[in-house]
Structures are given as C-alpha cells and as structure tokens.
C-alpha cells in the first residue's frame, strides 16, 4: 500500500480505504492547503513541508446527542472526549502508514485549542474539511456534512505524499433554521458570517463554571442539525 512514486489517484483511494475499513473513520477527504497554510500556528517553516492535508471524521452518535436537552450532559462530554482520543490515535496510525512509505506525515491533534476565546489552534480542522469537500460552513459556524449534519469530530494529517484532491461543496443549509431555534446563546443568525462568537464562549464558560461539564463545549446546534441520517430515522416505516 502506498509506494513511493505511485500516482496520486492511487495513493488517494488505498489512504481512503485504510482511513474507512481499517481504522474506522466514517469522513475522509484531501486538500490543498498551499494557500492557507500560512495561517497555521505551527514552527515557522514547518507548514511549507506539506501541500496536503487528509481530513478525518468520526460520527457522533444519536444517542448520546438525545442525552442532550437544554445543556450539555457528562455522557455527552466523555462521548466528546473519546471521540477525539479516537480520532487522534487514527491520524497517528494513518501517519505512521505514510511515513513507512517514505514520505512526511504530521498529526495535529482533534482538540488542542490554543486560544479558547478567539477559538484558535495550531490550524482550523474546520477549514480544512471544508477544502476537503466533508461539508460547508453552515449557519452554526460548523462544517456541515450532507448526510451527519454537524454530528462529527474532525482531526488533520499534514503530509507531502501525492494525493489527488476533493472539492469543495457549495452551501447547502437551505431553508433548514433548526440551530436558530436551539441556540441557549442566540449566536446562530440567517448568516455563517455572523455568527456571534463571543456570545457563544460566554454561554460555554457558563456551562463550564457551573460544572457541567470540563471543557468549553455544548452540543445543543450539533443535535439540531443531525443530518440527514436522523431525518431518515423518523420517517415512519
């Protein structure tokens, strides 16, 4: 799998067929980030080692989303947090793969903020996915898959292997307002570009200091815009 000089179209399908059959992952998709990797919050120079990036991502599941009714639950949090162990061991193991064939690979953690207020870290899964054609930024300033909605985790591989790349996807909320509705913080408007985003950290350091939960999170616009698999479920049989 992976050899050193194999086209890029090759090298694309035997990574997705890893990331999917082997490691579990249930989103897979590559980017060129040569435009955007000066953004990065890495070492300088170490972002122009790599034109890719391999997007990964794992559901979150239903269930532990109707724990949630106005505030994020404990079982949602651990849901959260072995989530993103998951997704850090897979872009380890898919890494490791790419280095083994002789070229460079650099995992960058599913949920290592840096910068919690102005949500930063070292680059943005979020943009990245998008690139990589997983989804759109939709008006819960989430990416926004076709078929999960916004009910997955995302985690980042930098590497330099060649790859074919996907394309990105036009906005496709359409008349779909259910975040709206369900924002505890009203930060959620008609526009993605508007989103309010301090509002939304008051309300997860709210959370947070009333010990809901360890960590700035909420889950309530992730549940609304369960996706197109959960509109299937309810469908009458």
Known sequence: MVKVNQP???????????????????????????????????????ADRYDFAVSLGKEVLLSVLDDIKDAPTALYFHHYRQ?????????????ALINSRGYLALPVAASQVTDWKNQRAHLSHKKIGQLAGLGWLGRNNLLVNPVLGARFRLVTVLTNIPLKTDSALSF??????????????????????????????????????????????????????????????????
Do not use: M, W
């Not at 990331?19 to 170490?46: H, N, Y």
């Not at 989530?83 to 890494?95: G, I, P």
């Open 8 to 46: 890029a179209e090759l090298n694309y399908e035997e990574l997705k067929k890893y990331c999917l059959e082997t490691l579990g992952l249930d989103l897979f998709g590559v980017a060129d980030i040569r435009e955007i990797r000066s953004t990065f919050s890495l070492s300088p120079g170490l």
């Open 83 to 95: 989530l993103n162990a998951f997704l850090d061991r897979a872009a380890l193991e898919l890494s």
């Open 172 to 237: 496709g909320c359409g008349d779909c307002r259910r975040c709206l509705a369900v924002c505890p913080a009203a930060a959620i408007t008609d526009s993605p570009t508007e989103f309010d985003h301090l509002a939304c950290f008051a309300k997860l350091k709210e959370f947070r200091d009333r010990g809901l939960v360890g960590q700035y999170i909420c889950g309530l616009c992730v549940k609304a815009c369960s996706g197109q698999k959960r509109l299937e479920e309810l469908e009458p049989r």
